[in-house]
């Protein structure tokens, strides 16, 4: 047993280390070096410290100082503990500060490497800059001196360029005043042959029936015989002098102003529906109260119009109203009052089936004006079957495609669906009303071949008033001379001029108011006064 402990005791000291052994002895033995150190070193520095004190900067951050700095030195009111770790701070902060200066010496050096490169680019681009200040003074002094001079020839130039056109400007007015005096002396000749026409159609008419009266008499033949020589004498070469004014000079003895015949655009209409829709918002096809359909619609110019309020219906002194049972006009009325003024810019008007419009329990004719017994003269003088009033628009009613080009007096080309109200056309003729035709119900619509390449497309009655042309109507054209298209237009267009004519494809047409005119007695004499005018 003793000797098992003795092993176990003799085995624990083998495993022991120096340390283990010695550890506690050199501990202390440091330790008491250290003091010993200590001692010695501050004996030492208090028998050297007046030299100390006296190289205080200098001494002060050695090793052998920084702790014992406050025992050696102090200012008053400071502990020594307290102004040693000032020391030590102090001592610190220089060493990191020397130590920092040191370490960024590399970066400062690269940094006046940058600074000197930078100043001497600087220096250089200044240098550029003001070569290149230098040079733009150069061409700025060069460009002066050019303009200077192309100034000193353009100024003179340019007042030359002002005189002449001075003198071109005298010279237009001059001509345009010529001219001017020219037209106007044209217009005066033209006014003063037409009254002489007149003159002489009114002779010739009262010596006709002079000559009549003399025929009627068994007593008075002879004289009727003479007569009658000396009025064939007077009249044929008078007749010739009325054919060459109007073909050479275009004069006409019974132009008229177009007379308007039309509402306010606010006039109120009952549809078939029981609603009631104003006037200008009416379009083709649509059905008015009694099951009339609308045919065509008009828009028209209402300048110089002489407007009336009719049971408040606001329309045009010439349109006519139902009566009594007679037809009159608007101003006819005794219920009529005439508007002091009216300044609206444009008036509107419709075609319908029945050839009338009903507004405010009213009876209006439409802008055809048909009534009584028109229809049996139109179906007399017609060369299509007219039974009854809506066989006027299916058969009569006559419209361009809206591609049809219109030339204006400027030179200008328009498709017709295009042309406005006061559009001038291409022979002077000033557009006045626009008319759009419903193209579903016509009969037929067709190209018609007139001649010389001269094609033209619409609806079945296209009224013709040229001298080169044989036919009045497209209605006399026959099969050889007119291609029917398999499908009708929707809409098709016509024209109201101030001249009742206007030109298409060179060839010169009556504008929309002869497609019935042209059928009837009461204006078939005014429209063919118009022919080749």
Sequence with gaps: MEQSGLKNIKKLYENLNYFDQYGGSLVLFIII????????TYCYIMMNIKPIVDDWPNQRCKPTILPIAGFIT???????????????????QNINAGLTGTAVEPLTFITNILK?????????????????????????????????????????LQQLIITFKDIIGKVQGTMTAGLSIVLGSYYTLKALLGAIAE?????????????????????????????????????I????????????????????????KCFDEDTVIIMNNGTKTKIVDIKNGDVLFGNNKVTATLKLEAKNSIMYTLCGVVVSNSHIVKYNDKWIHVSEHPRAVKCMSYEKPYLYCLNTTSKTILINDITFTDWDEIYDDDINEIKNNGIVNIDKLE????????????????????????????????????????????VKINGVNVKEQAKYNLGKNTIVEGGPNLTICDRNILVKTTLYLGSNNKKVFSKNH????????????????????????????????????????????
């Design 33 to 40: 070096s250290i003091v010993i150190c200590l001692i010695v």
């Design 74 to 92: 102090r200012p008053e009111g400071v502990s020594a503990l307290d102004y040693t770790s000032q020391n030590f701070t102090y001592c610190l």
């Design 116 to 156: 000197t490169t930078i100043e001497s680019m600087s220096e250089e681009i200044q240098s550029i800059r003001a070569m290149f200040d230098k040079i733009r003074n150069m061409f700025s002094e060069i460009s002066q001196e050019i303009m200077g001079r192309i100034l000193n020839i353009t100024i003179p």
């Design 199 to 235: 003159f002489i159609v009114f002779m010739l008419i009262i010596l006709a029936i002079l000559i009549v009266v003399l025929w009627v008499f068994p007593f008075t033949i002879s004289a009727a015989i003479i007569s009658t020589e000396i009025f064939l004498a007077i009249a």
């Design 237 to 260: 070469p008078m007749i010739v002098i009325l054919v060459v004014l109007s073909d050479t000079l275009h004069v006409s003895t019974s132009r008229k102003i177009p007379r308007l």
């Design 391 to 434: 066989d006027i628009h299916t058969y009569l009613d006559g419209g361009f495609i809206g591609t049809t080009q219109i030339k204006l007096k400027n030179g200008e080309i328009k498709d017709i669906c295009e042309i406005k109200i006061d559009d001038v056309l291409e022979h002077g003729e000033n557009v006045y009303g626009i």
């Design 490 to 533: 929707d809409e098709l267009y016509h024209l109201l001029t101030d001249t009742k004519t206007f030109y298409v494809n060179k060839i010169k047409f009556y504008d929309y108011n002869a497609a019935i005119d042209l059928f009837l007695v009461k204006n078939k004499g005014k429209l063919l006064s118009m022919k080749y005018v």
